[in-house]
């Protein structure tokens, strides 16, 4: 019953906040019920037996991602008739019902509903797992080593993609 | 909770995401709509590990590396816009169309 309940209340507020944040006409207000679908979605994770992701989920998302979208909306302009329901509406329509017909497909192939989550194996804390696979050799030492390369390029590569260029133009000019 | 019910919520997070690429016209939103369908996939590993015991923790692995490339994209995405913005005075994307012609 408790598994029920927040079940419900983590899908609903990622599936609410991510509605609100697609339907909503302030950028700002969008940004915010982001984080409410990041909080849920943490919610998930944990009922999942996945406590570090959803601990690095929260530190990330929220703690990173999103203020770096608001630092996005800060230095770019607000539009205010760029909301059109009907755009909107019709898009939902299209994308929703590939889902559906989709799903209708997966659903003569697939086995459904037959495993609960309560019949399985208690989960266990997964911390100290995910830290040994990350440093075996024969598991995920490489990829682990590669991610700090790819992050120190995407930090080096925003830098160089959104620094000013004119600038340096005119002093050229001058000089 | 049964499998499937893990699997409906990320999939319509992933058709709302989908939504919101498509269908608002601020490259902010493109960015937060890419952000919810990877949310969505990652919800659909973190599942599928939890319900198939023999993996231990690959699917946490997995999801672990798609949040850092999250990170990387959404920082890299970010001056791409700011870039954007101070070149084109815009950043619908409707209105981005140079290569277009």
Same mark, same amino acid.
């Given at each position: 019953?408790?598994?029920?309940?927040?079940?419900?209340?983590?899908?609903?507020?990622?599936?609410?906040?991510?509605?609100?944040?697609?339907?909503?006409?302030?950028?700002? =207000?969008?940004?915010?019920?982001?984080?409410?679908?990041?909080?849920?979605?943490?919610?998930?994770?944990?009922?999942?037996?996945?406590?570090?992701?959803?601990?690095?989920?929260?530190? =990330?998302?929220?703690?990173?991602?999103?203020?770096?979208?608001?630092?996005?909306?800060?230095?770019?302009?607000?539009?205010?008739?760029?909301?059109?329901?009907?755009?909107?509406?019709?898009?939902?329509? =299209?994308?929703?019902?590939?889902?559906?017909?989709?799903?209708?497909?997966?659903?003569?192939?697939?086995?459904w509903?037959?495993?609960?989550?309560?019949?399985?194996?208690?989960?266990?804390?997964?911390?100290?797992?995910?830290?040994?696979?990350?440093?075996?050799?024969?598991?995920?030492?490489?990829?682990?080593?590669?991610?700090?390369?790819?992050?120190l390029?995407?930090?080096?590569?925003?830098?160089?993609?959104?620094?000013?260029?004119?600038?340096?133009?005119?002093?050229?000019?001058?000089? | 909770?049964? @499998?499937?019910?893990y &699997?409906?919520?990320?999939?319509?997070? *992933?058709?709302?995401?989908?939504?919101?690429?498509?269908?608002?016209?601020n490259?902010?939103?493109? @960015?937060?709509?890419?952000?919810?369908?990877?949310?969505?996939a990652?919800?659909? &590993?973190?599942?599928?590990?939890?319900?198939?015991?023999?993996?231990?923790?690959?699917g946490?692995?997995?999801? @672990? *590396?798609?949040?850092i &490339?999250?990170?990387?994209?959404?920082?890299?995405?970010?001056?791409?816009?700011?870039?954007?913005?101070?070149? *084109?005075?815009?950043?619908?994307?409707?209105?981005?169309?140079?290569?277009?012609?």
């Open positions: 019953m408790a598994a029920l309940l927040s079940f419900i209340l983590f899908a609903g507020l990622s599936i609410g906040c991510a509605l609100l944040c697609l339907f909503h006409r302030s950028v700002v =207000i969008s940004a915010f019920s982001l984080l409410g679908t990041l909080l849920g979605v943490a919610g998930l994770f944990l009922m999942l037996g996945a406590d570090f992701l959803a601990m690095t989920q929260v530190l =990330i998302y929220a703690g990173g991602i999103l203020v770096l979208i608001l630092f996005g909306l800060m230095l770019t302009p607000g539009d205010p008739g760029e909301m059109q329901p009907l755009r909107i509406f019709g898009g939902l329509a =299209i994308v929703g019902g590939g889902a559906v017909l989709f799903l209708m497909k997966m659903a003569g192939v697939a086995e509903g037959s495993v609960e989550v309560e019949n399985l194996p208690a989960p266990q804390p997964t911390v100290d797992e995910i830290g040994l696979e990350l440093l075996r050799r024969d598991s995920y030492l490489l990829p682990f080593e590669l991610a700090s390369v790819i992050l390029a995407a930090l080096v590569g925003a830098v160089f993609i959104a620094r000013r260029r004119f600038e340096y133009v005119d002093e050229g000019g001058k000089a | 909770m049964p @499998l499937e019910a &699997l409906a919520v990320a999939a319509v997070l *992933f058709v709302i995401g989908l939504t919101m690429v498509a269908s608002r016209r490259l902010v939103y493109v @960015l937060m709509g890419l952000e919810l369908i990877l949310n969505a990652n919800l659909n &590993l973190v599942a599928f590990n939890r319900f198939h015991p023999e993996s231990h923790v690959d946490q692995m997995t999801a @672990l *590396f798609v949040i &490339l999250a990170a990387a994209e959404a920082a890299i995405a970010l001056a791409i816009v700011l870039n954007a913005y101070s070149h *084109f005075e815009t950043i619908r994307p409707d209105d981005i169309d140079t290569m277009k012609d």
